[in-house]
């Protein structure tokens, strides 16, 4: 039977994830504390994997109860922030360790996420291991790292995920809570680099994009992706289903 194996959100943009074992669906329809926080330059804009690998060079762990950030850079002493009113604080030693002004900002309506108009996203476990298998030495968990995505489902084939976008497509019910495919995820440089040293792996996007093509599911709508250098599918969650929590266990079946 298909469950719900796993959740992981990103308390802070950019920075490393954690592993929750129930989230709430906020108003916003995002799932709480996803990009709750996020950094900021002197320009206004987000820091995040895409402009800067210096994000690999910090390790991090937040606390959803105290709302503490641990901070451990690669060469250096760890640190503790309550990012709830200790802002300021966090974003000098982010300064320092970026080499530029950093200004820390909250959101808790929706997060920092990309697709403001959209939620939390999905893929199955056997994606993971599919696409992890296609690489020498990535393991499942560095996968994860790569793709940051939220929603994890068990007891499913790879790539399930796919056929929750396109003509016709189902959605899908993860313990009575609605989740609705939008688009599927494209992605950018992020997932090529190493989590931790943000070195890239020599011809990654090739790769990723020769198997993609040769093991596309048949039962997938081709006409709703763009390219092949893309997995795991973004979803909506309808504003009655927001409030709902989404938990590890729930029972997943896909419904018109």
């Not at 308390?11 to 926080?37: C, M, Q, S, W």
């Not at 489902?153 to 019910?173: I, K, Q, T």
């Not at 020599?202 to 020769?210: A, D, G, H, K």
């Not at 997938?220 to 289903?241: K, Q």
């Amino acid at each position: 039977m298909a469950r719900l194996a796993g959740l992981r959100v990103f308390p802070v943009k950019a920075l490393d994830g954690i592993d929750v074992e129930e989230v709430e669906i906020l108003d916003g329809g995002t799932v709480a504390h996803d990009r709750e926080f996020a950094l900021f330059d002197d320009d206004g804009e987000v820091i995040n994997g895409k402009r800067t690998a210096r994000v690999h060079d910090v390790r991090t762990d937040f606390d959803t109860e105290s709302g503490e950030l641990a901070v451990a850079p690669a060469d250096g002493e760890s640190r503790r922030f309550a990012l709830e009113d200790d802002r300021e604080r966090a974003a000098r030693w982010f300064s320092e360790q970026f080499g530029c002004p950093v200004t820390v900002r909250r959101d808790t309506s929706r997060g920092f996420v990309d697709r403001r108009e959209m939620g939390p996203s999905i893929v199955s476990t056997a994606t993971l291991r599919t696409v992890a298998s296609w690489f020498d030495g990535l393991t499942v968990e560095g996968l994860r790292r790569r793709l940051r995505t939220n929603v994890e489902v068990g007891g499913v084939e790879p790539f399930w995920e796919d056929r929750l976008v396109g003509e016709g497509a189902p959605a899908v019910s993860v313990g009575g809570v609605r989740l609705e495919g939008v688009t599927p995820c494209g992605r950018c440089v992020v997932p090529e680099r190493d989590p931790d040293t943000g070195e890239p792996t020599p011809e990654f996007r090739s790769r990723f994009v020769r198997n993609r093509r040769e093991s596309f599911p048949e039962w997938a709508d081709e006409g709703a992706f763009d390219h092949f250098y893309t997995v795991t599918v973004i979803a909506r969650v309808p504003e009655a289903d927001r409030g709902r929590t989404l938990r590890v266990g729930d029972p997943v079946e896909l419904v018109g």
